[in-house]
């Protein structure tokens, strides 16, 4: 027992177990002592007004450091105020849990398709230029990238969503992934820089002017950081791009926010040449009804048609070049991903390496064009970690190449015989006799003629049943039995669901619990904003707000503020 020292609307020692008691139940306690209600109180301990966790650990008074002799203050509010007070400390609770979430996803699916793991997911998370172009990296860098660029993914979706506050809290994350990052890596890489534009994006649509030392800071490093990516005056940027000027609207944000920090810093010439260079982009970046018109009537939607018009100066058929190009690339896309995930599939039936990597594909047709069959290839490799010359040693030698074969053996017989568990299960589950779903499933043939077989012949010898059916059938269901050379095990895990099929743990990839531990919600949430996004959709902004802005600084700096003088307040840090 610990006792505690209580003040304010009840004064008094309250003995209590910091082990197992909670804050509601202390809060509980006081309030009954006090003759309030539980809403009607706040408890203050350090400074810190005590929360109902929703966690049993974590709202024990114990993991909230509270002991024997700690001091709690109870202070009385309004039953209304009590009321918002206990929203808001649940909607920042909630947010809290969001924001571990996405994290914890981001670093689950960096981690899977970084270290060249077979993935769980039917795709793969790949780097792009700017040009749209595969880009590698060390195994290292590639993970830690790829949770910022996530990480970078998220916070933009809050920024479209007003969310400025849980914006910074994700890019902040991104921006301490990027840091885990070889310098020389990266230092050609533009989402460095475009996180911090928008972490000084989310300071000023927050007005927060104690941050103002620090976005300072950060725009200094963002406009180096483009400098270095795109090449002096975007000469690098503008040559992938054909000559167009895609990256306009980020460097009039950038001038922009430029702008703002120098006229809170007392510094308003600078900030007006920042500010009049902004608006010029700005006017440049206007749209002109007429070429809007023409693009649209070639069958383009308004909101393409003036992206495209914005990142071609205008000009319409460089416009519509893009929006074509951009067609073209997506249907390429689309091809490429259905492709990869063939190959996915094909990776998952050949199993992973002792180290949980995928068999690489690009090997494994270097081996099948020399000559050699393909599944012994695939084992080799596998066996071996991608690493083709000893797969060759193995391949050429006569015991290591019927090692290999007594290994494909082996795997497929588990398969079969976890196949056919799996059947059994399901069939079991829909009410058919252990006993009689056994033999009908050893007997053999396809999901549907074992289920035709138990539901026409209930009682009957299963194997003669199964001979019968498969004479009398006609052309259309033989399409569905068992291939000449296949067993029937392979024909059942044709036709069952992969949450059916069990997975041999040894080398067929991830664990159940593994699958079971993630959170697929968030995952595909992320992975979907992922997929929508392209090499240039960080340059595709929406100028509206920063227009607004530019005319309200340039007239404060008109109408005097730029007389050499600033208010205490605008200066303050």
Same mark, same amino acid.
């Given at each position: 027992?610990?006792?505690?020292?209580?003040?304010?609307?009840?004064?008094?020692?309250?003995?209590?177990?910091?082990?197992?008691?909670?804050?509601?139940?202390?809060?509980?306690?006081?309030?009954?002592?006090?003759?309030?209600?539980?809403?009607?109180?706040?408890?203050?301990?350090?400074?810190?007004?005590?929360?109902?966790?929703?966690?049993?650990?974590?709202?024990?008074?114990?993991?909230?450091?509270?002991?024997?002799?700690?001091?709690?203050?109870?202070?009385?509010?309004?039953?209304?105020?009590?009321?918002?007070?206990?929203?808001?400390?649940?909607?920042?609770?909630?947010?809290?849990?969001?924001?571990?979430?996405?994290?914890?996803?981001?670093?689950?699916?960096?981690?899977?398709?970084?270290?060249?793991?077979?993935?769980?997911?039917?795709?793969?998370?790949?780097?792009?230029?700017?040009?749209?172009?595969?880009?590698?990296?060390?195994?290292?860098?590639?993970?830690?990238?790829?949770?910022?660029?996530?990480?970078?993914?998220?916070?933009?979706?809050?920024?479209?969503?007003?969310?400025?506050?849980?914006?910074?809290?994700?890019?902040?994350?991104?921006?301490?992934?990027?840091?885990?990052?070889?310098?020389?890596?990266?230092?050609?890489?533009?989402?460095?820089?475009?996180?911090?534009?928008?972490?000084?994006?989310?300071?000023?649509?927050?007005?927060?002017?104690?941050?103002?030392?620090?976005?300072?800071?950060?725009?200094?490093?963002?406009?180096?950081?483009?400098?270095?990516?795109?090449?002096?005056?975007?000469?690098?940027?503008?040559?992938?791009?054909?000559?167009?000027?895609?990256?306009?609207?980020?460097?009039?944000?950038?001038?922009?926010?430029?702008?703002?920090?120098?006229?809170?810093?007392?510094?308003?010439?600078?900030?007006?040449?920042?500010?009049?260079?902004?608006?010029?982009?700005?006017?440049?970046?206007?749209?002109?009804?007429?070429?809007?018109?023409?693009?649209?009537?070639?069958?383009?939607?308004?909101?393409?048609?003036?992206?495209?018009?914005?990142?071609?100066?205008?000009?319409?058929?460089? *416009?519509? #070049?893009? !929006?074509?190009?951009?067609? &073209?690339? %997506? =249907?390429? @896309? /689309?091809?490429?991903?259905?492709?990869?995930?063939?190959?996915?599939?094909?990776?998952?039936?050949?199993?992973?390496?002792?180290?949980?990597?995928?068999?690489?594909?690009?090997?494994?047709?270097?081996?099948?064009?020399?000559?050699?069959?393909?599944?012994?290839?695939?084992?080799?490799?596998?066996?071996?970690?991608?690493?083709?010359?000893?797969?060759?040693?193995?391949?050429?030698?006569?015991? *290591?190449? #019927?090692? !290999?074969?007594?290994?494909? &053996?082996? %795997? =497929?017989? @588990? /398969?079969?015989?976890?196949?056919?568990?799996?059947?059994?299960?399901?069939?079991?589950?829909?009410?058919?006799?252990?006993?009689?779903?056994?033999?009908?499933?050893?007997?053999?043939?396809?999901?549907?003629?074992?289920?035709?077989?138990?539901?026409?012949?209930?009682?009957?010898?299963?194997?003669?049943?199964?001979?019968?059916?498969?004479?009398?059938?006609?052309?259309?269901?033989?399409?569905? *039995?068992?291939?000449?050379?296949?067993?029937?095990?392979?024909?059942?895990?044709?036709?069952?669901?992969?949450?059916?099929?069990?997975?041999?743990?040894?080398?067929?990839?991830?664990?159940?619990?593994?699958?079971?531990?993630?959170?697929?919600?968030?995952?595909?949430?992320?992975?979907?904003?992922?997929?929508?996004?392209?090499?240039?959709?960080?340059?595709?902004?929406?100028?509206?707000?920063?227009?607004?802005?530019?005319?309200?600084?340039?007239?404060?700096?008109?109408?005097?503020?730029?007389?050499?003088?600033?208010?205490?307040?605008?200066?303050?840090?």
């Amino acid at each position: 027992m610990a006792k505690l020292k209580v003040a304010g609307t009840w004064a008094g020692v309250l003995e209590v177990e910091p082990e197992n008691w909670t804050v509601l139940m202390l809060r509980e306690e006081i309030a009954k002592r006090s003759n309030m209600g539980t809403e009607s109180i706040n408890l203050i301990f350090a400074g810190k007004v005590l929360k109902d966790f929703t966690s049993e650990e974590k709202s024990s008074l114990s993991h909230l450091g509270i002991k024997n002799n700690s001091k709690i203050l109870a202070c009385r509010v309004s039953v209304e105020e009590g009321k918002t007070l206990k929203n808001e400390l649940l909607a920042d609770d909630e947010r809290n849990r969001r924001l571990a979430r996405i994290k914890a996803a981001v670093t689950a699916l960096s981690k899977r398709h970084a270290d060249g793991a077979l993935p769980i997911e039917d795709f793969d998370i790949e780097l792009e230029d700017q040009s749209g172009k595969k880009v590698h990296f060390s195994e290292t860098d590639r993970q830690a990238i790829m949770t910022g660029l996530m990480l970078h993914t998220s916070g933009k979706q809050f920024i479209r969503k007003q969310m400025f506050s849980d914006a910074l809290e994700v890019l902040t994350m991104g921006e301490e992934a990027f840091s885990l990052c070889n310098p020389k890596s990266i230092e050609l890489v533009d989402n460095i820089p475009i996180l911090q534009i928008d972490m000084v994006w989310c300071y000023f649509m927050l007005q927060d002017i104690a941050q103002l030392s620090v976005a300072g800071l950060r725009l200094e490093k963002a406009r180096e950081g483009l400098e270095r990516a795109h090449g002096k005056d975007s000469s690098r940027f503008r040559l992938l791009q054909a000559g167009r000027s895609s990256e306009l609207a980020l460097y009039l944000r950038l001038e922009l926010l430029e702008g703002v920090v120098a006229y809170h810093s007392g510094q308003f010439d600078k900030s007006r040449k920042f500010l009049t260079s902004a608006q010029a982009k700005f006017f440049q970046l206007q749209v002109p009804d007429e070429a809007l018109s023409i693009v649209m009537s070639m069958g383009f939607g308004e909101q393409d048609a003036k992206r495209s018009l914005r990142m071609s100066n205008q000009d319409v058929q460089s *416009a519509v #070049n893009l !929006l074509v190009l951009e067609r &073209e690339q %997506r =249907k390429q @896309k /689309r091809e490429d991903d259905i492709r990869r995930r063939n190959e996915i599939k094909r990776q998952k039936r050949y199993g992973v390496t002792p180290l949980k990597k995928a068999v690489d594909l690009q090997k494994l047709m270097e081996l099948d064009a020399i000559g050699f069959e393909k599944e012994l290839a695939a084992e080799a490799l596998r066996k071996n970690e991608n690493d083709t010359q000893k797969a060759l040693d193995d391949l050429t030698n006569p015991d *290591a190449n #019927n090692a !290999l074969q007594r290994a494909i &053996e082996s %795997r =497929k017989r @588990k /398969r079969q015989q976890r196949a056919n568990d799996g059947t059994i299960e399901q069939l079991v589950s829909m009410g058919f006799e252990r006993s009689i779903v056994i033999s009908a499933v050893q007997a053999g043939g396809s999901l549907e003629q074992v289920m035709h077989q138990l539901l026409t012949h209930p009682r009957a010898d299963p194997i003669a049943a199964a001979d019968n059916s498969s004479n009398t059938h006609d052309s259309s269901a033989n399409d569905n *039995a068992s291939t000449p050379g296949s067993t029937p095990a392979d024909a059942v895990l044709e036709n069952l669901s992969p949450d059916t099929v069990g997975i041999d743990k040894s080398n067929e990839g991830p664990s159940a619990t593994e699958i079971e531990q993630r959170d697929l919600e968030m995952e595909d949430e992320i992975a979907d904003e992922l997929a929508r996004g392209d090499a240039i959709s960080d340059y595709n902004i929406d100028v509206t707000q920063e227009g607004e802005a530019i005319n309200e600084y340039l007239a404060l700096l008109d109408s005097g503020g730029g007389n050499g003088k600033a208010s205490s307040s605008q200066l303050s840090h």
